[in-house]
């Protein structure tokens, strides 16, 4: 039985990397003795163990037959007589079909230490066809190692076209694409993972929604970089950038979904985006099964994002109606997710990514006033229910209207 330190961590190791965790493959071993030596098995599909001391995930070596279309059409088969070298070679890429032996040396049949100082992402061998997810994983990496200098070979960028030409990009399920997109948008620049699957061309298969914005052009006093795909891109970096949690990110990616809808004809303007986005978000959210949490701050953000934009100039009434239509008084965190959303927006405009966006100081202000304007027990003397509410809401109006600072030219759309 010899064990091996493969995959990320010596991956990450020869990149000069923290490693975040190790996963390790045993060759010439049997499940039985792998439990015998107290592992705990742990793996649905094939053999996956837990070391008993460091319960890190130690995998028997395996080989997959492809049987059906989809990354679930896959038999795997598994035996002491598997080596190593045919475990690497069913691997995605080459920086990914490495390992380590226990005396440390390294054993990469695939060209991947090239491969990382060529700043290559290369697949293995013509079998990466075979599993869709992998599109998604090459457009991930390709987001995590950009500042790096990484780019996707050609030839792996072509035969990832031929699978989306071939339909498997269609036979993803919803859950994978999900759990791909989640990490991507996590990444240090997720809208690369966004230009790969489109350059690929299964970005149309997998984000319709988001692929539509592409040609679609907004005004250039508003929008130098004119394209509405272009903008959501500068926006996503200035959230990556910002270090903006993955929901922010989700709904800088979204709040722009309604102007894919806009007529030609009325071009460059897009009077009533902000509701009618709804349906294509709810409609991304519906397929991918996305989290409601990220849903619902999408929402938020594609309503109410020219709305915040324009908060210097509103009246107290109605900034009023927007902490309360977006819930703020109840769930002033995800309010306050909302302004950073529309602050990436804001930056996210060619040339403009410094400008200064004081409508967020401006209502985070509004918002602490109002919430403080509460009552006294000799304030609800005399009054029950709608008639307590409504004189809150009199003190709230007062506070806004109290902190409300003067109005300033600065509008953003």
């Known amino acids: 039985m010899q064990v091996y330190l493969v995959g990320g961590a010596v991956r990450d190791g020869l990149l000069g990397r923290s490693v975040a965790e190790r996963d390790w493959v045993v060759v010439g071993a049997t499940p039985a003795e792998l439990e015998a030596l107290g592992f705990v098995p742990v793996g649905r599909d094939f053999p996956v163990f837990l070391h008993p001391e460091t319960h890190e995930e130690h995998a028997l070596a395996r080989l997959e037959r492809k049987v059906a279309p989809g990354y679930r059409g896959f038999v795997t088969e598994f035996s002491p007589d598997v080596t190593l070298e045919e475990d690497l070679a069913r691997r995605d890429l080459t920086i990914n079909a490495m390992a380590r032996a226990a005396d440390g040396t390294l054993v990469d049949p695939h060209g991947g230490r090239a491969d990382l100082e060529r700043r290559l992402l290369r697949h293995v061998s013509p079998a990466f066809a075979e599993d869709p997810v992998r599109i998604l994983r090459v457009a991930r990496f390709a987001a995590r190692f950009a500042p ?203 040339g403009l990514e410094a400008r200064p966006y004081p409508q967020r100081a401006h209502l985070e202000a509004a918002l602490a006033a109002a919430a403080g304007a509460a009552l006294t027990a000799e304030d609800r003397t005399g009054l029950s229910g709608p008639a307590i509410g409504a004189r809150i809401r009199e003190r709230r109006l007062a506070a806004i209207a109290a902190q409300r600072q003067s109005p300033s030219s600065s509008v953003i759309r």
């Open 148 to 350: 790096l200098g990484f780019t996707v070979a050609p030839d792996t960028l072509a035969l990832m076209r031929s699978m989306v030409t071939s339909g498997e990009a269609a036979a993803l399920v919803a859950e994978r694409v999900w759990k791909e997109m989640e990490k991507a948008l996590g990444e240090p620049r997720p809208g690369v993972f966004i230009e790969v699957l489109r350059e690929c061309g299964a970005l149309r298969v997998i984000l319709p929604e988001v692929d539509a914005l592409f040609g679609v052009p907004q005004r250039a006093e508003w929008h130098p970089e004119v394209d509405t795909g272009a903008h959501m891109l500068l926006a996503l970096q200035v959230a990556a950038g910002r270090g903006a949690p993955v929901s922010v990110r989700f709904a800088v990616l979204a709040h722009d979904l309604g102007k894919a809808l806009t007529p030609p004809a009325q071009w460059p303007a897009h009077l009533g985006h902000e509701a009618g986005g709804r349906v294509p978000i709810d409609a991304l959210c519906d397929r991918l099964r996305v989290p409601n949490e990220h849903r619902e701050l999408a929402l938020l953000a594609c309503r109410f994002h020219t709305t915040v934009h324009r908060a210097l100039e509103l009246r107290p009434g109605t900034i009023l109606e927007l902490l309360e239509q977006s819930d703020a008084f109840r769930r002033p965190a995800r309010f306050a997710e909302l302004l950073e959303a529309c602050e990436c927006d804001a930056r996210g405009r060619l």
